[in-house]
């Protein structure tokens, strides 16, 4: 089993920035692809960054050149870092993992809200 445990998000005026952290503990090994996820009230889950065990990194429209996600090894850890947020970007962040056996995992989700 894989464990995600989400942090860093909370409430910040529109152009500012945060960055979420996801720990993953457990079976780590079998972590392949890692990803980001929001949900907005009223709105189905979407993704927001996605990158791979090689690091290869891909983002949704609304976030290109304002989201960077990473991720690092050594610590067990993903990152989203977010600029330049805006008000639509109020929602709660996932993180997600994919094990090399494609069972998915889930943290429990974490506040972002962009005051205007």
């Known amino acids: 089993q894989v464990q995600l445990a989400e942090s860093g998000g909370g409430l910040v005026q529109a152009g500012g920035s945060l960055r979420l952290a996801c720990i993953a503990s457990g079976i780590i090994f079998r972590i392949n692809t890692m990803g980001w996820y929001r949900q907005a009230p009223g709105k189905q889950r979407e993704l927001v960054a996605g990158i791979s065990r090689g690091g290869n990194s891909n983002y949704a429209d609304s976030v290109k050149g304002r989201f960077t996600i990473s991720r690092d090894g050594a610590k067990n850890t993903m990152y989203l870092q977010m600029n330049s947020l805006k008000p639509e970007d109020t929602a709660v962040y996932y993180c997600?993992?994919?094990?090399?056996?494609?069972?998915?995992?889930w943290g429990q989700g974490i506040q972002v809200t962009v005051a205007s």
């Open positions: 997600n993992a994919e094990g090399l056996d494609l069972s998915e995992y």
